[in-house]
């Protein structure tokens, strides 16, 4: 379709077709469409990802046997059965709706402020596994002038940064770099963290980032565990490839710490 990635795509496609609600021809137009707008594709994959997860979570219980203290209810002479299997087959329609409105409403949360969708933790996680697994050149200034790389990084991001210890977690601050962001003044900071054992985790911080969604939020992708929160107009972002459950205690010591 040609001209069709220049052709302006409204909230509404955009959740039809993250919904599998669109025709072929106009999955192709939104899809070319993603392609040049990265940031709306980031807000349909998520989407998607509840969507997917709210189905995971609720599909077993289709499978459940009625409760016979329930199928009783529906016993009656000669009529009984024909009963029960209308009645199983309206609470599984109604399982599905409010499955589907569940989504939604979850999906429509993403569209208005403050609640929106945002590339923050696909950055955040990138960046973390190129830079963690550097040998010689994990960072752009250690930890030995930690001062002179928060003033920097501060400067640039256009606020003053704060960087948590981690100390208690085991966790001792190895340097941080400046990357560039989708985002704000289109820079982000950086910061790098190392355990005894070699592992590593990152603090991602970038502005431009609308409302104040100070939810706390998980995604997972490429091996890496990132938890991230919104919080005046920054996203901060903990990465880490120790699993989930060992990295949430220290994600919230960095979420409490900063937004205090």
């Not at 939104?30 to 994959?45: D, F, I, Y």
């Not at 880490?240 to 220290?250: I, S």
Request: proline share 5%; charged share 20%.
């Amino acid at each position: 379709m040609t001209g069709a990635a220049d052709q302006p795509v409204t909230d509404a496609e955009l959740q039809a077709y993250a919904d599998d609600r669109l025709a072929a021809e106009e999955r192709l137009r939104v899809e070319a469409w993603l392609l040049k707008n990265p940031e709306a594709a980031a807000k349909v994959a998520a989407w998607q990802d509840q969507a997917d997860a709210l189905r995971r979570h609720f599909a077993p219980a289709l499978d459940e046997p009625v409760p016979a203290a329930m199928a009783a209810l529906f016993v009656r002479p000669k009529r009984g059965e024909i009963l029960l299997r209308q009645s199983l087959r309206i609470a599984a329609v109604l399982c599905i709706a409010i499955l589907g409105g569940i989504a939604g409403w979850w999906g429509r949360g993403y569209m208005m402020p403050p609640l929106q969708v945002t590339a923050l933790p696909q950055e955040a996680t990138r960046a973390h596994l190129v830079y963690s697994r550097e040998v010689l050149h994990p960072v752009e200034v250690t930890a030995k002038e930690e001062q002179h790389l928060v003033t920097w990084l501060s400067k640039r991001l256009g606020t003053t940064l704060r960087v948590p210890s981690l100390a208690a977690q085991g966790y001792a601050l190895v340097g941080g770099r400046l990357l560039p962001a989708s985002s704000g003044n289109h820079a982000a900071a950086q910061f790098m963290y190392e355990n005894r054992q070699g592992q590593r985790l990152t603090l991602y911080v970038r502005s431009g980032e609308t409302g104040n969604d100070t939810a706390f939020r998980f995604s997972g992708q490429g091996g890496a565990a990132t938890f991230y929160w919104i919080d005046s107009g920054f996203g901060y972002a903990l990465a880490g490839e120790t699993g989930r459950e060992a990295l949430l205690p220290v994600a919230r010591s960095v979420y409490e710490s900063l937004t205090r």
